[in-house]
């Protein structure tokens, strides 16, 4: 509470660097401001009960009707203010006009009760704090201008014409004499202080808070100049290892040509694993590198499935698992290449779920603006301790993954202005969804 406090009071001050800044604020400052209407709504039924209390034993008839009306006028506003937060979001709370209103609702039951011997008037010490706290430098003007002056307007009232209620009994004789006058100078100091300290104070935290975001945005360009300074350091050492990899893979081909039996083994399954190794580098290029802009031309959805599913029939017949494309005419403005990528990627993870004897099927189906690829397996499905953590680099599931795959794959969809998103399929296995724009809008810079 008191750092989402401190967002309310700052909005207004501290410029906004960043959209993710400015809805740190917006909601800190909604969260604040639900909280004061929430606790009013809870207050004003105990207000009003004690209105009516007081109404009840008090004879005066003009006390009666002020206690009466301010607490209607209250309970209404109260009422109404919480309504349209409630229709309208907490955007629609006015927190100045409401403060104002509260105040001189309290000021009123102050002098309907007693005036300066009340019991209330200690709630306008605090109003006067929490005002200069919430509401800034227009607070303090309206007590300075306000508030003071009726002290001491109070106590001259007290002192010629009485205004302490007839309930009270024996404490009308304090006002005649020097009471009046000393409670005016009290409460007009306690409110003053009340009122600076509590303009002290959103100063402090308008400057603190001013000083975290700045702090945080020092640490997020160390932490993205690290990140480029690694991503740069990765993809040279992923090029560098590329072509001796590329060496001993044509090494051993040539090889395992004069090689037979358990050394011919041995070669292929050394040959397998330079093949694996070169995949992992060429994903780890793909995540170093930024994204190069699109090459934009007509895409034929269907007939990019089918080449992605003729490049992988060799694998799903040695894993014993079906492929097929299931599509009508799906055609879309993109990068092919990179289209094909994703699909690629998501067959390839497709065909590694399955199990022997099932069916991985790419179906395509155009959705308003949008033509939407789906592929489903019936392997496994997600696990459960990475579903939510699918598209973080690094996390995997397979035996011999990277988990880079993914994270690319999706870069790449957004990249086109779609999406890349992974979920069960109905009956058992997992569906990965690739949206992709018909007509994408122009491509952001990189």
Known sequence: MPFALAATLVRRFVPSQAPTEETFR??????????????????????????????FFEPTPWRRATMLTVVIALFTISYVEWSRSRRLG?????????????????????VATGALFSPLTPVLVLMSLFGALLVGRRAVTVLAVVALPAFWTMAAVHARYGLVPQIYGDAGGLEHGIAPWLAATVYSGMVFAAALVG????????????????ERDRRLAGYAEQNRALSTLSAEIA?????????????????????????AERMGVLRREVDRMQTILEELLNFS???VPLAMEDVDGAALADDVVRMHEGSAVDRGVGLAVRAGSAHLTGDPRKIRQVLVNLVQNALHASSR???????????????VFHVDDRGPGIAEEVRDRLFEAGVTTKHQGSGIGLVVARALARQHGGDLVLGDREGGGCRATLTLPITPAEEEPT
């Open 26 to 55: 917006h909601g800190a400052h909604v969260a604040a401001l639900d909280r004061l209407v929430r606790v009013r709504v809870v207050v004003a039924p105990v207000l009003a009960a004690l209105a009516m209390t007081f109404a």
């Open 239 to 263: 090029h560098e290892l590329k072509n001796p990899l590329a060496s001993v893979k044509g090494l051993g081909s040539l090889v395992a040509k004069d090689l037979e039996g358990k050394p």
């Open 90 to 110: 907490i955007d629609a709370v006015n927190l100045p006009l409401n403060f104002f209103a509260m105040f001189f609702g309290q000021l009123a039951l102050v």
């Open 357 to 371: 004897g099932t069916e991985v099927v790419i179906s395509i189906d155009a959705v308003g603006d949008s033509i």
């Open 199 to 214: 303009h002290t104070l959103r100063g402090a935290l308008e400057r603190l808070f001013t000083d975290a975001l700045e």
């Open 289 to 291: 590198r930024p994204l």
